[in-house]
């Protein structure tokens, strides 16, 4: 069921669920969760259950300040406190060092464990109300497309799950993810914070994942942290990047043929066919952000086959973007 985030009674509900050990859909900034507490491996393993996610893939825990950080991290670094105090609450996820005995299925059993402090007021007060870490990845069968709203998550789960309703998510895709457990900042996940904006707020230089992994061979299989894996956030139809001109020669040589084809570009394209469907992509990096799941998702409920997408820019805050479509194409 989804019930309005703004009612007080709804989010003690949401609490109440949460405490008996039960699964809740809750907005954030970013994109909508999938909550249990975090404290619970057996309210965890729901989550897994429930999205059909191997239970070796760490989710994120939320917290409703930076004050909860001690009860799951062993110690935090200079620079992700600064980290921290710079972007919570908001659209950053720190990786810190484990407690022992703490969270172990919440963090896929690794030593470390992800915390997030969302901005969204819906978010806030459900997690006060909790008095507990909420375990939360999107709330989406894994490997599928983000949900932006609470209608998403309902199609994905069905009526049995409550669902705080806190409208359409302002950012979109999911956060930037710092792992602050290797000595210096590496930037595991871009969202819509660029890395000089992180190494601004930080002091420190932040390596990209790749960068690390060739400088450090303690790296295996298993991914560190959430949304990381090569194909993700993919919809039913067939995702191809392309510039646009090789999607107008597509258009051109399948001419009043085509079908079953979606086009999501920021160039403006002939299409012959009325059996193809077009949406302009925004020029602002941020907007596109906002909008691209909510788009995916539009195109799968249409029945098309395939997506031709417009690759985004190279420019630094175009990273989360274009890293989301990368994994969506790579499905």
């Not at 909550?35 to 729901?46: I, L, R, T």
């Not at 059909?52 to 001690?70: C, K, M, N, T």
């Not at 907007?287 to 249409?302: G, I, M, P």
């Amino acid at each position: 069921m989804i019930l309005p985030g703004t009612d007080a009674e709804a989010i003690l509900e949401a609490a109440r669920r949460i405490q008996a050990g039960g699964l809740v859909g809750f907005p954030t900034e970013t994109v909508y969760g999938l909550g249990a507490d975090a404290s619970s491996d057996k309210a965890v393993a729901g989550i897994f259950e429930a999205k059909g996610r191997p239970s070796d893939h760490p989710l994120i825990v939320h917290v409703a300040d930076a004050a909860h950080v001690e009860a799951y991290a062993s110690s935090v670094p200079p620079f992700a406190a600064r980290l921290m105090k710079a972007f919570w609450p908001g659209p950053l996820t720190v990786i810190l060092p484990r407690k022992p005995g703490v969270a172990a299925a919440a963090a896929g059993g690794q030593d470390s464990i992800g915390l997030r402090c969302p901005s969204h007021p819906v978010a806030l007060a459900f997690l006060k109300a909790c008095d507990t870490g909420v375990a939360g990845p999107s709330a989406n069968r894994f490997g599928r497309v983000s949900p932006t709203t609470a209608q998403h998550v309902q199609q994905e789960f069905g009526d049995s799950l409550l669902v705080l309703d806190g409208g359409p998510c302002d950012v979109g895709i999911e956060s930037s993810i710092v792992d602050c457990t290797r000595g210096r900042p590496v930037l595991l996940r871009p969202g819509i914070l660029t890395r000089a904006q992180l190494e601004a707020a930080c002091g420190e230089a932040v390596l990209g994942k790749d960068e690390f992994e060739e400088s450090d061979a303690d790296v295996g299989d298993t991914p560190r942290a959430s949304g990381t894996l090569e194909a993700h956030y993919a919809p039913d139809a067939k995702v191809r990047l392309m510039d646009a001109r090789q999607i107008q020669t597509a258009l051109d040589l399948l001419g009043a043929d085509a079908a079953h084809i979606a086009v999501y570009a920021r160039s403006i394209v002939r299409i012959k066919s009325e059996r193809v469907l077009y949406r302009r992509m925004p020029d602002d990096a941020l907007a596109t952000a906002q909008q691209l799941f909510a788009v995916l998702r539009d195109f799968d409920a249409k029945g098309v086959k395939l997506i031709w997408i417009e690759n985004p820019p190279v420019d630094a805050e175009w990273d989360g973007v274009r890293d989301r479509l990368g994994r969506a194409a790579a499905s």
